[in-house]
């Protein structure tokens, strides 16, 4: 079947218990690739802190690597968490990307902290109050709206001569989706750790829009976790290494992520088994069929213009497997 809409993939750049940072660091290069050649919109690099089994902590160094390994493929942060970064930072770093690879480069914002507490003190990052605030001046720096009498006026954004690429808001709620709307952002709604649904946030974000330079319509993402295999009894077997490790992160015990042999000799604390019954419902998995009715089925709901798919498997190989197999399912077309 061909989507009505664009299909895109984030990637945390997950580290598999038993390889080596390097080789999480070379399988994003892997993976922008074959995501290129299979056909998909964008990739985008999530920013977390603290996670022995994630290595996505500067999303724009990933940015900078998988854009240099490509050559059409829109790729981007999913997002910056604006809280850990000064505004001016910011504004450098993707005013360089976008200088140096243009026309390709997205910007998605965030307000979570992307860490635990004690990750946030060491990062020194903002309150959630201060998000706007923070937001307000990465604006200023790429728009020179700094009034004159503001110290911040006096200071050159560089490089110069280019300005920061499209920004997306991401969030979960429906006041992220006013905000993104008010600003002429994208929007793109995190469906894949949300309970809350996405079509209220969806509609109020079109409500509020107002048209900007790069988004002279409304953009909605519907963000998704999905593990797809050849059949339902391998997407599931697979997917028993996503559940133990979100069940123990969740209470705790951070690990790098487990072979599914290996977590299904874990046993599971009272604690952990309700962590995976509460959050098992956001996972889709299944066979290419199944899933490309339940993503089309959850797209059509929202309404949403593009889906973008995280893959959390142990092997690299088969995370590819999966993001072949649903290119495939959507009639893709390959480069």
């Known amino acids: ?85 000064a505004p001016l930072r910011i504004a450098e770093a993707y005013r360089t990307l ?17 860490g635990d507490g004690y990750a946030m003190r060491a990062l020194r990052s903002g309150g959630g109050e201060e998000f706007s605030t923070y937001l307000a001046e990465l604006m200023a720096f790429d728009e020179d ?48 750790f949300s309970h809350t649904p996405a079509a209220p946030a969806f509609a109020a974000y079109r409500e509020s829009f107002e048209p900007s330079e790069d988004f002279p ?3 909605t993402i519907l963000c998704l976790s999905v593990i797809c295999a050849p059949t339902d009894e391998e997407a599931e077997y697979l997917s028993i290494s996503q559940a133990v490790n979100w069940a123990r992160f969740v209470s705790g015990e951070q690990r790098q992520l487990t072979s599914p042999e290996k977590a299904m000799e874990h046993q599971l604390t009272p604690q952990q088994q309700q962590i995976i019954e509460h959050q098992s419902s956001l996972w ?31 092997s690299y190989e088969l995370r590819r497997r999966s993001y072949e197999l649903l290119a495939k399912a959507f ?5």
């Not at 999530?46 to 690597?65: Q, R, T």
């Not at 009639?331 to 480069?335: G, H, I, K, M, T």
């Open 98 to 114: 976008e200088a140096l690879h243009p026309g390709r480069i997205d910007l998605g914002l965030g307000r979570a902290p992307g």
């Open 145 to 192: 709206g700094f009034p004159p009498e503001h110290p911040f006026s006096r200071v050159p954004v560089s490089p110069g001569g280019i300005r920061l690429p499209p920004k997306w808001l991401l969030g979960s709620s429906g006041n992220s989706a006013h905000a993104a709307g008010q600003l002429g952002f994208g929007y793109a709604f995190a469906a894949h």
């Open 217 to 219: 319509e409304p953009r």
């Open 331 to 335: 009639d893709l077309s390959p480069r």
């Open 1 to 85: 079947m061909a989507a009505p809409f664009a299909l895109s993939l984030q990637d945390l750049a997950p580290i598999a218990e038993g390889t080596s940072t390097p080789e999480a660091m070379h399988e994003t290069i892997l993976l922008a690739q074959a995501a290129e050649k299979l056909g998909y919109t964008r990739l985008w690099y999530a920013e977390h802190h603290g996670m022995p089994s994630i290595a996505s902590s500067v999303p724009e160094i990933l940015i900078g690597s998988a854009a240099a390994h490509t050559r059409e493929l829109r790729i981007g942060s999913g997002g910056v968490m604006l809280l850990n970064h």
């Open 284 to 314: 889709l998995v299944g066979s290419p069929e199944r899933m490309a009715q339940t993503i089309g089925e959850k797209a059509e709901a929202c309404g949403a213009n593009e889906v973008m798919i995280t893959t959390t498997v142990h």
